[in-house]
């Protein structure tokens, strides 16, 4: 048999609390209902850390932000740091990678051996946090509440132009697979910027919520003094004092959330039309993720940057021929992709064990291994030293040095509303846990290391933007005169070799 395909299809800030098997009922999103029929779903997956560019990076490499260095997403992610890009195509796959994956610095395929749209978002240190001036806000990129309070309708936007050109360049490139030009199997990543704020989505989406039963969060705002350390600084961050954000404001950046679900629904629907229709389907694995959540309202906050359960949790779900499709409620994370593509594609994972923090699915989807506590790393805006958390079973606890530690039983307290830190019923439970954070991380050599980056970062940006400017950003290559009908090619031998199927 062939070695399998994989393609990869990955969402912006994706609250996975709204997959708890699936897409929840209310999202319009038959695609994914249908993926997830055929799929192992991940009920409690965890992103490695609640930002895109950390996120991307350890996705790929399965490593944490603290192995990476891509603390934030200013932070260079470096060429010498293997991804599932390099395993896969070391092993003889085609890579190939049409959207979004936030890598920072000179390097923009990481292991890609083509890729096939630019990013969405800058690549160079422009948006580099600054610890030395905690509480400060950089106001020309920091997040802030105006993605609120100007959800709506639109038929165009910067994000739906990306997002219609990624799924584009997808489905020609499954097309061009079909046709058996090059013989490697392939490994395509397709990775779109939405359901990412602004929650600003197409008329024929906004429609589908005029009545959705979760337009309200469950947890209404809080009282800033309320909040713990945290959130109040990514309240600041978000410059919280100057909206004023009413219950219908909230409603619609909702309803404009879940409308863009729906977008990304039919953009997967066409891929896996094109999959299906060019025979590639029954050889092909489908992982569907997010790199993060979106807290959306929950408690006042928005966005993610936390590790509260919207803005941490993400959907996963893998469908191949090698499992049965199943529900598996034991916590898992992003780092787990890496190696687990690696073992499904047949290479040897012993080998790569030094290259991950995360551990192969496969044994846990069998039921023969167990998956020991998921790691998560916050070190960027809003924050004024590095954040960490665990989950182990039903408890998550979260510590920084600045603050005091949050400890949650999520099967007792779902929404997070109930601190155990300080109940003496728990103190075991967080001296144990606490132990584990303490025997996983240095936080003081963690806090110096991100400090580090971000003082280089500050002298070598300035001193980039003066003088010529040489930009990161990735330029796709169009070698228009290898396209389509040239007279240094035979049109006999062109139109058949662009044909698939052949001969019917």
């Known amino acids: 048999m062939a070695r399998q395909n994989f393609l990869i299809l990955m969402v912006d800030q994706?609250?996975?609390?709204?997959?708890?098997?699936?897409?929840?009922?209310?999202?319009?999103?038959?695609?994914?209902?249908?993926?997830?029929?055929?799929?192992?779903?991940?009920?409690?997956?965890?992103?490695?850390?609640?930002?895109?560019?950390?996120?991307?990076?350890?996705?790929?490499?399965?490593?944490?932000?603290?192995?990476?260095?891509?603390?934030?997403?200013?932070?260079?992610?470096?060429?010498?740091?293997?991804?599932?890009?390099?395993?896969?195509?070391?092993?003889?796959?085609?890579?190939?990678l049409s959207g979004k994956m936030h890598f920072v610095g000179p390097d923009q395929l990481h292991g890609f051996e083509e890729r096939l749209t630019t990013d969405i978002y800058p690549a160079d240190f422009g948006w580099t946090p600054d610890y030395t001036k905690p509480g400060e806000r950089i106001d020309w990129w920091y997040h802030n509440l105006g993605s609120v309070t100007g959800a709506g309708v639109a038929e165009i936007t910067n994000q739906m132009e990306y997002d219609d050109e990624v799924a584009y360049?997808?489905?020609?490139?499954?097309?061009?697979?079909?046709?058996?030009?090059?013989?490697?199997?392939?490994?395509?990543?397709?990775?779109?910027?939405?359901p990412h704020d602004p929650y600003v989505a197409r008329r024929k989406y906004w429609d589908l919520y005029e009545n959705c039963p979760a337009l309200d969060p469950q947890v209404g705002p809080l009282d800033f003094d309320e909040q713990d350390p945290h959130s109040q600084r990514l309240l600041q961050a978000c410059d919280h004092r100057a909206f004023d954000i009413s219950a219908e404001e909230v409603r619609r950046a909702r309803r404009g959330y879940f409308a863009n679900i729906s977008y990304i629904d039919d953009k997967i629907g066409e891929i896996l039309d094109v999959l299906k229709r060019t025979r590639m389907d029954e050889n092909t694995t489908i992982l569907f993720l997010s790199d993060h959540g979106d807290m959306?309202?929950?408690?006042?906050?928005?966005?993610?940057?936390?590790?509260?359960?919207?803005?941490?949790?993400?959907?996963?779900?893998?469908?191949?021929?090698?499992?049965?499709?199943?529900?598996?409620?034991?916590?898992?994370?992003?780092?787990?992709?890496?190696?687990?593509?690696?073992?499904?594609?047949?290479?040897?994972?012993?080998?790569?064990?030094?290259?991950?923090?995360?551990?192969?699915?496969?044994?846990?989807?069998?039921?023969?291994?167990?998956?020991?506590?998921?790691?998560?790393?916050?070190?960027?805006?809003?924050?004024?030293?590095?954040?960490?958390?665990?989950?182990?079973?039903?408890?998550?606890?979260?510590?920084?040095?600045q603050d005091p530690p949050?400890?949650?039983?999520?099967?007792?307290?779902?929404?997070?509303?109930?601190?155990?830190?300080?109940?003496?019923?728990?103190?075991?439970?967080?001296?144990?846990?606490?132990?584990?954070?303490?025997?996983?991380?240095?936080?003081?050599?963690?806090?110096?290391?991100?400090?580090?980056?971000?003082?280089?970062?500050?002298?070598?940006y300035k001193a980039l933007r003066n003088g010529a400017y040489f930009p990161w950003d990735y330029q796709p290559l169009q070698k228009a005169s290898e396209r389509y009908m040239r007279n240094h090619m035979d049109l006999n031998v062109l139109e058949e070799n662009q044909r698939y199927p052949r001969g019917e």
């Not at 490139?173 to 030009?181: A, F, P």
Request: hydrophobic share 40%.
């Open 14 to 96: 994706l609250n996975g609390t709204f997959f708890p098997d699936g897409p929840a009922d209310f999202l319009h999103a038959p695609h994914l209902k249908q993926l997830a029929k055929r799929s192992v779903r991940f009920a409690n997956t965890y992103t490695a850390s609640p930002l895109c560019a950390p996120a991307r990076a350890s996705f790929m490499s399965g490593q944490l932000p603290s192995r990476t260095r891509v603390y934030d997403n200013a932070a260079e992610f470096a060429s010498d740091i293997p991804t599932y890009a390099h395993h896969l195509r070391s092993a003889g796959y085609y890579t190939g």
């Open 169 to 194: 360049h997808a489905t020609r490139k499954l097309y061009d697979l079909s046709r058996g030009l090059d013989d490697r199997p392939w490994c395509l990543t397709v990775s779109f910027t939405h």
């Open 296 to 401: 959306l309202g929950e408690r006042g906050l928005w966005f993610k940057m936390c590790f509260f359960e919207g803005a941490s949790r993400v959907p996963l779900m893998l469908s191949t021929p090698e499992w049965a499709p199943a529900r598996i409620d034991q916590p898992v994370s992003t780092l787990d992709v890496t190696p687990t593509l690696c073992s499904l594609a047949g290479l040897d994972i012993t080998s790569l064990k030094r290259w991950t923090d995360g551990e192969d699915l496969t044994g846990l989807v069998k039921q023969t291994t167990g998956r020991s506590p998921v790691p998560m790393e916050y070190a960027a805006e809003g924050s004024i030293a590095p954040l960490v958390a665990i989950r182990e079973g039903r408890y998550k606890l979260c510590v920084c040095e």
């Open 406 to 460: 949050l400890l949650f039983d999520l099967e007792a307290d779902p929404q997070e509303s109930v601190n155990l830190a300080g109940d003496p019923r728990h103190a075991q439970l967080l001296s144990s846990m606490t132990q584990q954070i303490r025997d996983r991380w240095d936080l003081a050599a963690f806090d110096a290391s991100v400090r580090e980056s971000q003082a280089r970062r500050w002298v070598v």
